[in-house]
């Protein structure tokens, strides 16, 4: 079992900046994937971003790339999410995920004027 604690959500203005942590407990040697989603509200979970663990490698959904930055360190078991130039329709509830089958609690972000 892996554990995952989501912080760093809140309320920005649009154009604002957040920067989302997430840290892993529990069976961490079987981490092989990290990735955040994204609930908005009356919608499905989407992922928005994806790092592996091992080699690093990362992959954004479009309507994010240029603005989010997924980085990880391993020695922490910590994963981030940098959220820069934020617009309206990134509100949700942004959830943390180990191998696409352990979740975190979630945290709200809210971008609003």
């Known amino acids: 079992q892996v554990q995952l604690v989501e912080s760093g959500g809140g309320l920005v203005h649009p154009g604002g900046s957040l920067r989302l942590a997430c840290v892993a407990s529990?069976?961490?040697?079987?981490?092989?994937?990290m990735s955040w989603f994204r609930q908005a509200p009356g919608e499905e979970r989407r992922i928005v971003a994806h790092i592996g663990w091992a080699g690093g490698t990362t992959s954004y959904v479009d309507s994010v790339k240029g603005r989010f930055t997924i980085s990880k360190d391993n020695a922490k078991n910590m994963v981030w999410l940098q959220m820069n130039s934020l617009k309206p329709e990134d509100t949700g509830v942004y959830y943390c995920?180990?191998?696409?089958?352990?979740w975190g609690q979630g945290t709200q972000v809210t971008v609003s004027s």
């Open positions: 529990g069976r961490t040697s079987d981490l092989y994937s």
């Open positions: 995920a180990a191998n696409s089958n352990y």
